[in-house]
């Protein structure tokens, strides 16, 4: 923690891959667990990036195979939309 | 698998981690059995308002009023952070039918304690200046707060493993029956769990978990579709409502027109209402719809749309701002707006609570004592006849 090669693995949000693996050993399970408590995909990209590393790490640390598993789900809007696009 | 524990807790939302947490503190043995994950139901899928001033005047509001000194205290003794904060709130009023039935509602709320009045534009502009001429007065409360419920379940979760807490994941009830001194609960995990007690808390699914032991109470899902923004700074000095929402919770507008035999326009198809919450993190939450959809948790374009036009006529500067993300939770919502919590009678050791439709964040903390007491035959510190699972199931009990 605080090295200096700490990495960024949600970068919208800045959530560093320690601060994710600690989630993980204090009890969170699934992708969405994680990002509840770390906001590791919350950010403006929602996990475009991060969704998949975050799976990875669960994998690693609590010894699953991919497809093992809870991914987080997937909502409107795909991409940021402007409020401008709502018109009485 | 067999074992055995004081209490299991069916559902890891809110106030199931919440009474666990208590439940451990007081040195109880605690399960808690969840069918999907932490916070899968209404308590990860909400915004983050400990409200007093939508509660009704009665016990709900001194429950509120309750909780809130109890988040003051959980916020030193839990583990993580819980983002509590005291920012006040506002109702917006845009018309007199709206001003007079506000007038009303703090009148009773004041009889019960909380600071409350209603003050007009020129103190409506100084507190919220970005707000929409169209809003003619407004209620303040300097007590409403706010809390995020996603750390407030994480903070519960790890408070209550320090003690000896179990979460068991994709367990849902499959059977629950009577046993000498208590329950036998098998869960869908293969488990079979033996307690003293069992404490229904699996919100808008807790009548498909009565049901098990033949019963059933009227407690259904009502959808709320929420829309969350980009980080933006603050735009007003409180969190914001509208007294049409307020409405739409005390008289549902869409009923009445109903019964009149009038069309539903969108908006009350969508029982629309507005809340605009920001977050810590700077993301405003913005809400919300208020459904009968049965358990269907899709957000559609319709009601984000609906939702879209209804922020940017109260607040016009958000024109330039983006919407990230979309969700929808089921409030579970009972019959007399009411929740329940209780023993159910006939069933010794087995308890209810559930029902906390939208105030379920606000009134976790005060739920999580008194079914601590409950569980353990203390009597509550609040007269809980409203709140009873009797009130449903007639004389006979369950």
Not at chain 2, 162 to 179: K, M, N
Not at chain 2, 311 to 320: D, E, I, Y
Request: proline fraction near 5%.
């Amino acid at each position: 923690m605080g090295s200096g090669d700490e990495k960024h693995i949600c970068r919208c949000e800045e959530v560093s891959e320690d601060e994710i693996r600690a989630a993980i050993r204090s009890g969170a399970r699934t992708v969405q667990e994680v990002k509840r408590w770390t906001r590791a995909g919350m950010g403006i990209c929602q996990g475009r990036t991060c969704r998949r590393l975050v799976e990875r790490m669960l994998c690693e640390e609590l010894g699953l195979k991919p497809g093992e598993v809870e991914v987080s789900s997937f909502r409107q809007p795909v991409r940021p939309v402007s409020l401008k696009s709502f018109e009485d | 698998m067999n074992s055995s524990t004081d209490v299991l807790i069916l559902g890891a939302g809110v106030n199931g981690l919440s009474i666990a947490y208590e439940l451990c503190k007081r040195g109880k043995k605690v399960v808690v059995a969840e069918k999907a994950e932490i916070g899968a139901g209404a308590s990860g899928s909400c915004d983050d308002m400990i409200l007093l001033q939508s509660k009704k005047p009665g016990i709900l509001l001194e429950m509120a009023l309750g909780s809130l000194e109890l988040f003051r205290s959980l916020r030193e003794e839990l583990p993580c952070d819980i983002e509590l904060d005291t920012k006040g709130g506002m109702i917006l009023i845009e018309d007199e039918e709206q001003l007079s039935l506000m007038e009303g509602f703090v009148a009773g709320q004041k009889s019960c304690g909380l600071e409350v009045e209603i003050v007009g534009r020129s103190r409506v502009k100084a507190l919220q200046p970005l707000v929409s001429e169209s809003v003619i007065a407004s209620t303040y409360s300097a007590r409403d707060s706010q809390v995020n419920p996603l750390l407030l379940m994480k903070a519960f979760y790890l408070g209550a493993s320090e003690r000896g807490l179990r979460l068991l994941r994709g367990a849902a009830p499959v059977s629950i029956e009577p046993r000498a001194g208590g329950w036998a609960t098998r869960l869908a995990s293969g488990e079979e769990i033996e307690s003293g007690a069992v404490v229904n808390a699996a919100g808008a699914w807790a009548s498909q978990v009565c049901s098990l032991l033949g019963f059933e109470l009227p407690i259904i899902p009502r959808k709320g579709q929420v829309m969350v923004t980009e980080q933006i700074p603050p735009i007003g000095a409180t969190n914001v409502w509208s007294a049409k929402y307020i409405a739409s919770k005390l008289k549902p507008v869409a009923a009445r027109r109903e019964a009149a035999g009038a069309a539903q326009t969108p908006e009350e198809r969508y029982g629309l209402g507005f809340a605009f919450t920001s977050t810590h993190s700077g993301n405003y939450l913005v809400g919300s719809t208020r459904e009968n959809a049965g358990f269907d948790k899709g957000t559609d374009p319709e009601a984000l749309a609906l939702i879209g036009r209804q922020v940017r006529r109260f607040f016009p500067v958000l024109a330039n701002v983006n919407f990230i993300r979309s969700f929808a939770g089921f409030r579970p919502s009972t019959t007399d707006g009411m929740p329940v919590i209780g023993e159910v009678a006939g069933r010794p050791g087995f308890f209810v609570a559930a029902g906390h439709e939208g105030d379920g964040i606000a009134l976790a903390p005060i739920t999580g004592k008194l079914v601590a007491d409950l569980v353990e035959g203390r009597t509550p510190g609040y007269d809980l006849e409203k709140l009873s699972p009797g009130r449903f199931l007639g004389a006979k009990g369950a």
